[in-house]
């Protein structure tokens, strides 16, 4: 559908559908992860998924 609803309503303007159309996952640092862009998406094809990008490698105690 490519409406753009999902960058629309980020309260950030963060280009979520660019993202989305490019099949990549929105990594941009401002990102809330406030749940607008998933929540307004009329077809429900943005999910939020689980992520190492924040976890320490391992023995790095």
Known sequence: MQ???C???CPL???VRGHA???KAV???HCLT???CVARCPRGVLR???SS???PPEGSD
């Open 13 to 15: 303007g963060i280009d």
């Open 53 to 55: 990008l924040f976890v």
């Open 48 to 50: 939020f998924e689980s």
């Open 21 to 23: 159309v490019a099949g």
């Open 27 to 29: 990594v941009d640092a």
């Open 34 to 36: 406030c749940g607008e």
């Open 3 to 5: 409406c753009g609803m």
């Open 7 to 9: 960058s629309y309503n």
